[in-house]
């Protein structure tokens, strides 16, 4: 079992950065890889970017790479989403998640978050 809180979340401006933190509980979190998702109000929940469990692999939507930056302190339980360049279109409640298996479909990830808002203003 595993529990995620997410962290970080806030009102920008576009153009910002924000970087949000997923901490997990319990000692497997470094057997799961890691993924986080968003899902902005009246859309379906979107795929944003995930790590392999040891964060040798990553992967990101074509809407975010290289503006955003997936990565993972195994020893601090913590998964990390570094956002730059903000966009309005970036406004969604973000969610980390965990499975065992690398993937981008969210309906793969066994864990769930609690999600936290990220609004970016024009």
């Known amino acids: 079992q595993v529990q995620l809180v997410e962290s970080g979340g806030g009102l920008v401006q576009a153009g910002d950065s924000l970087r949000l933190s997923c901490a997990a509980s319990?000692?497997?979190?470094?057997?799961?890889?890691m993924g986080w998702f968003r899902q902005a109000p009246g859309k379906e929940r979107e795929f944003v970017a995930a790590?392999?469990?040891?964060?040798?692999?990553?992967f990101y939507a074509s809407s975010v790479k290289g503006r955003f930056t997936i990565s993972r302190d195994n020893a601090k339980n913590t998964v990390y989403l570094q956002m730059n360049s903000l966009k309005p279109e970036d406004t969604a409640v973000y969610y980390c998640?965990?499975?065992?298996?690398?993937?981008?479909?969210?309906?793969?990830?066994?864990?769930w978050g609690q999600g936290t808002q990220v609004t970016v203003s024009s």
């Open positions: 998640a965990a499975n065992e298996a690398y993937g981008s479909s969210w309906w793969d990830y066994d864990y």
């Open positions: 319990g000692r497997t979190f470094s057997s799961y890889a």
């Open positions: 790590i392999s469990w040891s964060g040798g692999n990553t």
